[in-house]
């Protein structure tokens, strides 16, 4: 069963990702372009990278980036976007849960929009937690559960329509405890992301520097 929704999710990445445009756009998350820009540039994993347009930005920016997403059509875009930057970074296509990540390797995640299954959600952030450096940061952006009213009223928005795989303050609290928190909010912002993410919106928002 669980085979089964990784190919349908796969398929869906694929079927997305495999339109001429990039449906996100190639402009970074203002998000995490805000913050990203305040690190020294070391190591970065970019979960659920998509068509790349934040692994690429941090590229450019000097970050050395592993992306990392299911689908092979977002692959072939972002090497097209890092292209034209003139940046290089390193994707994996595959299932997070199924890639071998060194424990304490990376010196920033960021994680924009990466929603997972209920049933992989725990696990994968406490993976995601393992392979952060003491003293690493997390950026993270993601729809909170309130966006299902947003999106009721206008699907142009985008997001899951599971509300288990959208976020609270709490999850966010419980899934990386040992961190010094930056900035953790919930709060209504007007999202223009090419094709898929447009109109308001409730997120959550949350940088921390792991201890």
Not at 32 to 43: A, D, R
Not at 145 to 159: A, D, F, I, S, T
Request: proline share 3%; charged share 30%.
């Amino acid at each position: 069963m669980m085979n089964n929704r990784n190919n349908e999710y796969k398929d869906f990445w694929n079927e997305r990702y495999g339109k001429a445009d990039f449906v996100y756009g190639k402009e970074p998350n203002l998000f995490f372009k805000e913050w990203i820009q305040k690190f020294t540039p070391k190591s970065i994993l970019m979960p659920a990278d998509g068509e790349g347009r934040n692994g690429v930005y941090a590229a450019q920016l000097g970050w050395k980036v592993i992306s990392i997403d299911l689908s092979e059509d977002g692959k072939s875009k972002t090497l097209k976007l890092a292209k034209e930057n003139q940046v290089s970074l390193e994707y994996i296509i595959g299932d997070l849960e199924d890639i071998q990540l060194n424990k304490e390797s990376f010196d920033a995640i960021g994680l924009i929009y990466a929603h997972f299954t209920a049933e992989k959600k725990s696990k994968l952030h406490k993976k995601i937690n393992d392979c952060l450096k003491p003293g690493g940061i997390i950026i993270f952006e993601a729809f909170s559960k309130l966006h299902l009213c947003y999106n009721e009223h206008n699907p142009k928005v985008g997001g899951p329509k599971d509300i288990d795989m959208l976020f609270s303050k709490l999850e966010i609290i419980s899934y990386f405890q040992d961190y010094e928190i930056l900035l953790l909010e919930e709060k209504e912002i007007n999202l223009k992301e090419g094709n898929y993410h447009n109109g308001k919106s409730s997120v959550i928002r949350f940088v921390g520097r792991k201890k």
